[in-house]
C-alpha cells in the first residue's frame, strides 16, 4: 500500500477527522504490538495514515508505548513521511500556550527505553547521522503548509524530551532552558531517532498545552488548563497537514 502521509497523534488528538473510506489495520511487528490499530483514509484525495501514540483511550503512558514497534508498523504499510504530533509544555517567551512549533533540534533526557533497532540479537550495529534529528525538507514543507493555512507557526526551536508522566520540577526546567532547550515533551524520543533508523521523513507538530514549570509565576500547573489548551492548538491541526498532503 502507498501512504502520502503517516500521522502519529499525541495526547489530545486519539482519531483522525474526516478520513474517508477508513480502514483498521492490526500490523504484528517484531517489536511487538503498536499502541493500537493504524486507521488508513482519505484525505484531500491523497492516503494518510493514522495512529495514537497512546492508544485510541490514552492507556499508554510516555514509557510505555512501544516506539519501535509504531515506526516500523508504519514502514510496514508503506509510510515514507511521519509527522509526529506532540503535546509541549512551552520554555522560550514566544513559546506560550496553544503556540504551534516546529523544532528543529532536540535533546533526550529519557531513560530506560529501547532507543533502537538495534538492540536485538543478531541485529546489525549501525551508526546513524543524527545532527538534524527532523527531515529538513519535511520540516520545512510543515512550516509552509502551517502559514499557508494562516497559523501562526514558529519555525525551529528545541525540543527537550522527558521521562513523564509527571511533569517536570522547576530546578529540571532551569537546567533545561540553561541547556538550550526550548520546549518540553514526553514522547519526541525514541520515535525521531527510530523513523531515522528505518530511513524515514520524519517531523515533529509540537503544540504547546502549558507554560513549563516555573516559566510563570504560577503555584501549579492545572491539567485542566492543559487539556483545554491542548483541545484548542489540535483543532487546527486538519488545516496544517492540508498543506502537507497537497504539496
Ligand atoms: N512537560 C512535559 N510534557 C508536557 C508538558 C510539560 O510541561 N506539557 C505537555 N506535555
Redesign the pocket.
Known amino acids: 500500500m502507498s501512504i502520502d502521509l503517516a500521522v502519529i497523534g499525541g495526547?489530545g488528538l486519539y482519531q483522525f477527522p474526516d478520513l474517508g473510506n477508513a480502514s483498521r489495520h492490526a500490523v504484528d511487528t517484531p517489536y511487538g504490538k503498536a499502541s493500537g490499530d493504524i486507521v488508513v483514509g482519505e484525505f484531500r484525495g491523497k492516503r494518510l495514515a493514522f495512529l495514537a501514540r497512546h492508544g485510541e483511550g490514552h492507556s499508554l503512558p510516555p514509557h510505555r508505548v512501544n516506539y519501535r514497534a509504531n515506526v516500523w508498523a508504519l514502514k510496514s504499510i508503506g509510510a515514507g513521511r511521519v509527522i509526529g504530533v506532540n503535546?509541549?509544555?512551552g520554555i522560550r517567551d514566544d513559546m506560550g500556550p496553544r503556540a504551534v512549533v516546529v523544532p528543529d533540534q532536540l535533546i533526550d533526557y529519557t531513560h530506560g527505553r529501547l532507543t533502537s533497532f538495534c538492540d536485538v540479537e543478531g541485529a546489525e550495529v549501525r551508526h546513524i547521522d543524527f545532527s538534524d534529528p527532523y527531515t529538513p525538507s519535511l520540516r520545512k514543507a510543515l512550516v509552509a503548509a502551517a502559514a499557508a493555512a494562516g497559523i501562526d507557526v514558529v519555525d525551529g526551536g528545541c525540543y527537550g524530551a522527558?521521562q513523564?508522566p509527571r511533569?517536570?520540577t522547576r530546578a529540571e526546567i532551569a537546567r533545561m532552558r540553561r541547556d538550550g532547550c526550548d520546549l518540553?515533551?514526553?514522547t519526541g524520543m525514541p520515535e525521531a531517532v527510530l523513523a531515522r533508523e528505518l530511513g524515514l521523513e520524519y517531523a515533529c507538530l509540537a503544540l504547546v498545552?502549558?507554560w513549563?514549570?516555573g516559566v510563570v509565576d504560577e503555584d501549579e500547573?492545572s491539567i485542566e488548563e492543559?487539556f483545554a489548551h491542548l483541545a484548542a492548538a489540535t483543532a487546527a491541526v486538519p488545516a496544517i497537514l492540508a498543506g502537507l498532503v497537497d504539496s
Open positions: 495526547s503535546a509541549v509544555g522527558t513523564g511533569l517536570e518540553v515533551g514526553m498545552a502549558n513549563a514549570a500547573i492543559i
